[in-house]
């Protein structure tokens, strides 16, 4: 069982969630364009709700930002986003309000995670154990995880 395939709790989640403060105070630039702040709505509450996520590519000609749920199977962050589109994204210094968004799918996902994997191997070699990926692109089992592996591409709306 991978580390991610529960939601973090305790400690785990209070330094998972401490990023959210930077971005609060306007200090994204800070974490340059590896992390995003997303900020959407509860599925049942309609709350506001905020998580800070990994970015797995970045393409400023387009601009789009690519993430991919990995902590647990659906994470609620993920399952609010499906439900309803997200409020604002910030990446670096950027602010995106009511940013576009689609979903991957598994062969999309599959050239994501292997171009992520050959632009960072050290940081693939740590969290692929955690988050239930083989570390090898070639490992038979590869297209199966990523067909399970979701990912979502924002860019800024129109």
Do not use: C
């Not at 589109?85 to 009511?98: K, Y």
């Amino acid at each position: 069982m991978a580390l991610t395939d529960r939601k973090p709790r305790g400690l785990l989640r209070l330094l998972l969630r401490a990023p959210i403060h930077l971005y609060r105070l306007g200090l994204g630039r800070l974490a340059g364009y590896r992390f995003v702040y997303l900020a959407h709505r509860g599925r049942r509450t309609g709350a506001r709700r905020e998580v800070v996520v990994e970015v797995v590519r970045y393409d400023p000609a387009v601009p789009e930002v690519v993430v991919v749920a990995a902590w647990g199977k659906n994470p609620d962050w993920y399952r609010n986003v499906r439900a309803a589109p997200a409020i604002e994204l910030r990446v670096a210094d950027q602010r995106w309000p009511e940013p576009e968004h689609r979903f991957l799918d598994g062969s999309e996902v599959q050239r994501l995670l292997a171009e992520y994997q050959q632009r960072h191997p050290r940081a693939w070699r740590r969290l692929a154990p955690l988050l239930g990926f083989p570390a090898d692109p070639s490992d038979p089992r590869w297209p199966d995880v990523a067909a399970r592996t979701r990912a979502i591409a924002f860019r800024p709306r129109r």
